[in-house]
């Protein structure tokens, strides 16, 4: 799997990537059926997170591991990770099954051992979260794969990217992204500053994109705008209403809704580069007709011809051209005149 080769290809639409995370509830059958909604929808991947809960963090109910505010507020991070994780023991049943069906599946590790599963199961490339930019022995572990990597940005600054970048490039990684992030759960619109999006594309010369927490579509769709060619969705089920992630996922036939959205504003900026002139409906233009009877030799006057339309004569640019001048031949009423009608 490469990243560049897809985007060396004259591409109708960016990107698209389904999330799962969470919402699956715990539910393997669930998960499956998120991955099949994933294809039936047209998204190009679907990735999982591969975690457990021991990897992640300590079980422990002390100050420091409570969640204060948000979405999971009042929960422990041991809860929280418990209750989220899509087991490592489901993993290679679900890559199976997207192979199946015919969706590309890939996941984000959270530590070594997680990337050590996914390498034996064949995973083609890997996404670092913005929460783990900074856990260097992970970074060298998946850039030691030469796999392709997308890395949400995040909380970071421009110089703890220029220290990630540096460090997948140190240990084999050729082929990265990187995804303009806010790391709020639900991302509010005022959060967000795509001119970003436009600062990595430069800064870093490299596929760029959107992982987007937000609740509308009008976020992804500007990201376009600023050169985002990668697009990361959180989804959901149709009608679904339980989830970890839910009020900020896109659910079922929406997100079919969401691409096409996206596919015809990339359309549209991806239009060449030179002014368009639409001629179809040209022929309701006004042009010059003859108003009554006109002789041979008679004089064009402004009582026997008019500018209207349609526009099969002579542009109204000929008419005081025109004027004055003599008929070639008769002409009956409601002729386009063209230069065969006048004399030389």
Same mark, same amino acid.
């Given at each position: 799997?490469?990243?560049?080769?897809?985007?060396?290809?004259?591409?109708?639409?960016?990107?698209?990537? @389904?999330?799962?995370?969470?919402?699956?509830?715990?539910?393997?059958?669930?998960?499956?059926?998120?991955?099949?909604?994933?294809?039936?929808?047209?998204?190009?991947?679907?990735?999982?997170?591969?975690?457990?809960?021991?990897?992640?963090?300590?079980?422990?109910?002390?100050?420091?591991?409570?969640? $204060?505010?948000?979405?999971?507020?009042?929960?422990?991070?041991?809860?929280?990770?418990? $209750?989220?994780?899509?087991?490592?023991?489901?993993?290679?049943?679900?890559?199976?099954?997207?192979?199946?069906? @015919?969706?590309?599946?890939?996941?984000?590790?959270?530590?070594?051992?997680?990337?050590?599963?996914?390498?034996?199961?064949?995973?083609?490339?890997?996404?670092?979260?913005?929460?783990?930019?900074?856990?260097?022995?992970?970074?060298?572990?998946?850039?030691?794969?030469?796999?392709?990597?997308?890395?949400?940005? @995040?909380?970071?600054?421009? $110089?703890?990217?220029?220290?990630?970048? $540096?460090?997948?490039?140190?240990?084999?990684?050729?082929?990265?992204?990187?995804?303009?992030?806010?790391?709020?759960?639900?991302?509010?619109?005022?959060?967000?500053?795509?001119?970003?999006?436009?600062?990595?594309?430069?800064?870093?010369?490299?596929?760029?994109?959107?992982?987007?927490?937000?609740?509308?579509?009008?976020?992804?769709?500007?990201?376009?705008?600023?050169?985002?060619?990668?697009?990361?969705?959180?989804?959901?089920?149709?009608?679904?209403?339980?989830?970890?992630?839910?009020?900020?996922?896109?659910?079922?036939?929406?997100?079919?809704?969401?691409?096409?959205?996206?596919?015809?504003?990339?359309?549209?900026?991806?239009?060449?580069?030179?002014?368009?002139?639409?001629?179809?409906?040209?022929?309701?233009?006004?042009?010059?007709?003859?108003?009554?009877?006109?002789?041979?030799?008679?004089?064009?006057?402004?009582?026997?011809?008019?500018?209207?339309?349609?526009?099969?004569?002579?542009?109204?640019?000929?008419?005081?051209?025109?004027? @004055?001048?003599?008929?070639?031949?008769?002409?009956?009423?409601?002729?386009?005149?063209?230069?065969?009608?006048?004399?030389?």
């Amino acid at each position: 799997m490469k990243l560049k080769k897809f985007f060396l290809q004259k591409l109708s639409s960016p990107i698209i990537i @389904g999330e799962i995370s969470a919402n699956h509830n715990g539910s393997i059958n669930i998960a499956k059926k998120l991955i099949k909604c994933a294809k039936d929808n047209k998204l190009d991947f679907v990735k999982l997170q591969s975690y457990e809960e021991y990897t992640m963090t300590l079980q422990s109910s002390k100050k420091d591991f409570q969640i $204060k505010k948000g979405l999971w507020k009042n929960r422990t991070l041991w809860d929280l990770y418990k $209750k989220a994780k899509t087991p490592l023991s489901w993993h290679k049943e679900l890559f199976l099954y997207s192979k199946k069906i @015919g969706i590309k599946c890939f996941s984000t590790p959270f530590d070594e051992s997680a990337v050590d599963i996914l390498e034996k199961l064949g995973c083609p490339m890997y996404k670092i979260s913005s929460f783990e930019m900074n856990h260097l022995p992970l970074l060298k572990r998946v850039a030691e794969t030469k796999k392709p990597i997308i890395i949400s940005t @995040g909380m970071a600054t421009l $110089k703890e990217i220029d220290e990630t970048v $540096k460090i997948i490039k140190k240990f084999g990684c050729g082929d990265f992204a990187l995804l303009y992030c806010i790391s709020n759960y639900p991302a509010e619109v005022k959060d967000f500053n795509l001119k970003s999006i436009e600062i990595l594309k430069n800064r870093y010369g490299c596929t760029v994109g959107l992982s987007d927490h937000s609740v509308n579509n009008d976020v992804a769709k500007l990201s376009l705008f600023f050169g985002a060619m990668i697009i990361e969705k959180h989804i959901a089920l149709d009608n679904q209403k339980k989830g970890f992630d839910i009020e900020f996922s896109i659910k079922g036939k929406k997100i079919l809704e969401f691409k096409n959205e996206l596919t015809v504003v990339y359309k549209i900026l991806k239009s060449p580069s030179k002014f368009y002139t639409d001629k179809k409906n040209i022929i309701y233009r006004r042009s010059i007709y003859s108003a009554e009877v006109i002789k041979k030799g008679d004089f064009f006057t402004k009582s026997n011809l008019r500018i209207i339309r349609p526009g099969y004569g002579l542009q109204p640019k000929y008419y005081h051209k025109i004027i @004055g001048k003599k008929a070639a031949k008769n002409i009956s009423y409601a002729v386009a005149i063209n230069k065969k009608h006048i004399s030389k």
